[in-house]
């Protein structure tokens, strides 16, 4: 029998992890494809790029012993098993991983002014190492401290801002919701952060941006009430959507093994619409949950293709971190669902619930209580024992 060919597209976090479980498999051949041009790098280190010094070349990504092609997938062809590359070439599979991660939500096209504005540079992104070098040039360029618009609520945004703020920066953050961060960290971390981010820096919460203007130097962004605010940049930073090569047309949707209901198809990472029967349909885009994913998407196949024990379904448990304003706004899990309050002395812990489990926890200066939590996720029983600490409320998350 030949040996099983598994195709790996996307070198980030679950392309890597699963490249690094599946290299030392003698039973399989694996290849790893990359984007054409882009020296794998790990994405969420390129804050230290656009707002550092950190040289690019410290943030490329170790990736394990596989063929490696840097090329990009513009097709699958799932019957044919066959991956179709830009530069022309077909690549044929057995298996086939999925971790082509994510693209930045952006401006929509039909907001005024927007797409001068990003072609002139005044409007952008921080997903890319491009994007970072691209902000990097811009805040040295400027030769003073900044006028940073931010437009986003959720944890880049939030790190961004405490790291402009503590350079010196002055930062405008704007955010369609009054408690931006909610769907990220849930209702009681974020309240707690708009309360950080109204004592340092200007808040623009509840309003959106109706129209950007690139001025000289900066950019005049417009709020939903005709408020003008005035900046040398606009950030984006709104979330990320799926990005799969066609046939898909955003995500991948897996079940709870990670498999897409197409024979030897996986997908991991930020690229995953998971649906299970523990949380439903969620979808979680964060370095170490990709890790896990990758890990657990090569599990899969090798099981598929007899190689290997059945891991078992997915469930996320793996930690994420953020440093705000001098905090450590750590989570671990799934960070949604119902919330209730653990009283943990001077740590601030909050339980994230799906009927009798605790699916996530997330805390304010509490890392060592949130990390604890991760092996107990999704027990199947509401328990409140690691912090010995009394149920104090609930709430929707
Ligand atoms: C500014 C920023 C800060 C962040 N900070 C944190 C943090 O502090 N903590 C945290 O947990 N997470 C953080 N994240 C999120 C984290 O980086 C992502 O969740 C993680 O990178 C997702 O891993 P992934 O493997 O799914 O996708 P990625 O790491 O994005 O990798 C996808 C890869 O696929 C390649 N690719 C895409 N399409 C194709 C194609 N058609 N053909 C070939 N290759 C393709 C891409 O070039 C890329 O190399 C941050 C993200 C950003 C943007």
Redesign the pocket.
């Known amino acids: 029998m030949t040996t099983p060919h598994v195709l790996i ?8 992890a699963a490249a690094r479980r599946l290299a030392t498999e003698r039973e399989v051949r694996v290849t790893l ?3 054409t041009e ?1 020296t ?1 790098y790990t ?2 280190l ?2 230290g790029i656009a707002f550092g010094s950190t040289p690019p070349e410290l943030i490329a990504l170790p990736l394990p012993e596989v063929d490696r092609l840097a ?4 097709r699958i062809d799932p019957v044919d098993r066959e991956a179709h590359l830009a530069s022309g070439a077909r690549l044929g599979y057995d298996a086939l991983v999925i ?4 693209r ?1 939500r952006l401006l929509p096209d039909t907001l005024p002014g927007a797409q001068t504005a990003m072609e002139h540079g005044r409007v952008s992104p ?2 890319s190492l491009p994007d970072a070098l691209r902000i990097r040039a811009r805040l040295a360029w400027l030769g003073r401290p900044a006028r940073v618009a931010i437009y986003g609520g959720g ?2 945004a939030a ?1 961004t801002a405490s790291t402009l703020h503590d350079a010196g920066h002055t930062v405008l953050l704007i955010a369609r919701s009054t408690v931006p961060g909610a769907a990220a960290f849930g209702a009681p971390v974020a309240e707690r952060l708009v309360a950080a981010h109204q004592s340092r820096v200007h808040t623009y919460f509840g309003h959106t941006v109706s129209r950007v203007d690139a001025a000289d130097p900066g950019v005049v962004v417009t709020l939903d009430d005709d408020r003008p605010l005035i900046a040398d940049l606009l950030l984006l930073a709104l979330g ?1 959507l799926p ?1 799969a ?1 066609a046939p898909w047309a955003g995500g991948v949707d897996v079940d709870e093994h990670l498999r897409t209901g197409l024979p030897r198809h996986y997908a ?4 995953a619409l998971h649906h299970d029967e523990a949380l439903g349909a969620w979808r979680i ?6 890790v896990a994913q ?1 890990t657990h998407a090569a599990r899969v196949a090798l099981h598929d293709l007899d190689l290997g024990d059945d891991p078992g379904p997915y469930l996320p448990r793996s930690p ?3 440093l705000v304003y001098g905090h450590a706004i750590t989570g671990v899990g799934a960070t949604v669902g119902a919330t209730s309050l653990l009283e943990t002395g001077d740590e601030f812990v909050v339980r994230h619930e799906r009927g009798d489990s605790v699916i996530g926890v997330t805390g304010i200066d509490a890392v060592g209580t949130v990390a604890q939590w991760g092996p107990r996720l999704h027990a199947g029983t509401v328990t409140c024992d690691i912090a010995q600490a009394p149920l104090l409320g609930g709430g929707g998350g």
Do not use: Q, Y
């Not at 090329?71 to 513009?74: A, E, I, Q």
């Open positions: 597209v996307g070198t980030g976090a679950a392309g890597a494809v990359g984007d882009v794998p994405r969420m390129i804050k090329d990009s997938v513009t971790a082509t991660g994510s930045p921080l997903h944890i880049i790190e990320t990005a090569p991991a990472g930020g690229v885009d964060h370095w170490e949950d990709a990758g994420f971190l953020a």
